[in-house]
């Protein structure tokens, strides 16, 4: 008898502590829940509700939650306050659009540690008579989406709840519209879990701001920031060197020097190879700085940090460079931007011949016009190759330029766009280029890519593949492609792609980039001798074709 009482008595005690809630698992239940109801439920969707003060109440009230029976009890209540939720024949309705589910995951609903089995029904019964006509929170422009009707509370840290709201918006936001959430390295469940605690510890402006970078770089996408003066000058600073440089193999290669208006002497040469600066390399500084800069990979982390790397808070940086097979350290002083005399460079031209028998025509994609294709294909399509720099960001030349070059409409890529019908689920569909055209550019399509190749960059050279005789010479382009979608968090300009980019096939292009059938990067002694080792390489490619 007294070990039968006993194994009850052990029973009762192990059940009765699986009740027991963290405060983690409770915020993150009511993160889920209340992210859920505001894109899913009928009435939330109407706006007559101030959602951001039911978070706030909601927040105040698991302070007095302990166990899983009473905060089923707290979210079965508020459900029913919500409103009656009408059946919806709709949203039963088969459709033909084809649906991408990686992203879609409701299966939270069913966490039987959290959330009892009558709870999970009501949550599953709003899910299939959801709303699905016009939602106060979400518009939708073009093939766009866009976020709307959200309060601002500004990027000062104010209280607890407050900093909740934010990460909360944004974990939901990601959740349910963010079409490469599949791809994170850290899955996005876990993203919450660890973000938890860092917000409940904030108690300064800079510790808020920074953390909200940190959730932003857990996008793991180059299309995304978050702009804030604060967060630039406790990351890299609001001082210089007075230099500029071009990066390869790890090192920075000085290329120009600037004058500053105290007319003082900066000791360095140009072609001097900088690879430690303050005691780190170059890499290291890289990686420490990482944690904050959202990137689909890590070139793409090098290219967004890259021109940061000689700036400090500092009025002088040490820094560690190679000199004509010398190593030495200098101690340079640092200049505000506005002190640091920058002569304009001449403006490179749109397009132009790179040999005297006007056989290898070259455009510079960066700065060539919508309205100006027509012009610049009349004076280089007798060229036997056409050399597209894409190592820059074009103007919409895509659709004049496909109708030019190619001999036929193609699919070129197949897109993602969100459901807002169902948020989570995104739908695909095939993009056509090009038109039907017997008199298509004959010769070579030599198209230059590298990291700085990003968005509608990378969808022009998908374009440009489908040329008969295209190659695409450099590195892997940045690999963030779609179009973007821009908000605020904490009314901080920021964003992230919006659409899911595909090959035809399917292939993701986001995080790997496009990927050039020859490759070749710049190297430390070519920078240093003036060559373009990418355009060289494509002009030789040339020659061995011809």
């Not at 290329?255 to 290291?284: A, L, S």
């Amino acid at each position: 008898m007294r070990k039968y009482s006993l194994f009850i008595f052990l029973f009762l005690s192990l059940h009765l502590s699986a009740q027991i809630l963290s405060e983690n698992q409770k915020l993150e239940s009511l993160c889920r829940v209340w992210g859920f109801l505001k894109y899913y439920h009928p009435e939330v969707a109407k706006g007559n509700l101030n959602w951001d003060q039911q978070l706030f109440k909601k927040i105040n009230e698991l302070d007095r939650i302990n166990d899983k029976t009473a905060l089923n009890n707290l979210y079965s209540n508020w459900i029913a306050s919500l409103g009656k939720v009408n059946e919806c024949s709709e949203c039963s309705q088969e459709t033909d659009k084809t649906y991408f589910l990686k992203n879609f995951d409701l299966s939270w609903i069913d966490n039987s540690d959290i959330f009892t089995p009558s709870f999970s029904q009501k949550l599953h019964y709003i899910e299939n008579n959801r709303n699905i006509i016009n939602h106060h929170y979400i518009g939708k422009g073009g093939r766009k989406i866009f976020f709307r009707n959200e309060s601002s509370y500004g990027p000062t840290f104010t209280s607890k709840q407050i900093s909740l709201l934010e990460l909360f918006r944004y974990w939901n936001y990601v959740e349910y519209f963010f079409p490469y959430k599949y791809e994170t390295d850290q899955n996005w469940n876990d993203v919450l879990t660890e973000m938890l605690p860092k917000f409940l510890n904030i108690n300064n402006d800079k510790d808020y701001q920074l953390t909200l970078a940190e959730l932003v770089a857990k996008t793991d996408d180059s299309h995304a920031f978050i702009s804030s003066p604060l967060i630039s000058l406790h990351l890299y600073g609001n001082r210089k060197l007075p230099v500029e440089y071009s990066y390869a193999e790890g090192k920075l290669v000085i290329t120009k020097i600037h004058d500053n208006r105290f007319h003082e002497k900066t000791p360095f040469n140009i072609g001097d190879v900088i690879y430690d600066v303050n005691g780190k390399t170059i890499p290291q500084t890289v990686n420490s700085l990482g944690k904050y800069v959202p990137a689909s990979n890590s070139w793409g982390k090098v290219n967004k940090i890259k021109s940061k790397l000689l700036f400090s808070n500092n009025d002088s940086l040490s820094v560690k460079l190679e000199r004509n097979g010398q190593n030495m350290e200098v101690t340079a002083k640092t200049y505000f931007v506005k002190d640091i005399i920058v002569k304009k460079s001449p403006i490179p031209q749109r397009w132009k011949f790179l040999d005297a028998e006007k056989k290898i025509g070259y455009v510079n994609m960066g700065i060539l016009a919508k309205d100006e294709v027509n012009e610049m294909y009349r004076n280089l399509k007798f060229s036997e190759s056409i050399i597209f720099d894409l190592r820059n960001y074009p103007k919409l030349t895509i659709i004049p330029l496909s109708e030019l070059l190619l001999p036929q409409a193609t699919v070129y890529y197949q897109f993602n766009f969100p459901e807002t019908t169902y948020p989570g689920k995104f739908y695909s569909r095939k993009n056509n280029i090009g038109r039907k055209n017997p008199d298509y550019y004959k010769g070579n399509v030599i198209v230059l890519v590298d990291e700085n190749t990003q968005s509608q960059a990378e969808t022009t050279t998908m374009m440009f593949k489908q040329h008969p005789k295209s190659k695409i010479i450099g590195s892997n382009t940045s690999g963030a492609n779609g179009d973007i979608i821009r908000f605020k968090i904490a009314d901080l300009d920021t964003c992230f792609t919006g659409l899911g980019a595909y090959y035809p096939d399917g292939r993701e292009t986001q995080r790997i980039g496009i990927i050039p059938d020859i490759l070749i990067k710049p190297t430390v002694e070519g920078i240093k001798n003036e060559k373009d080792e990418v355009l060289e390489r494509a002009l030789m490619y040339i020659k061995n074709k011809n």
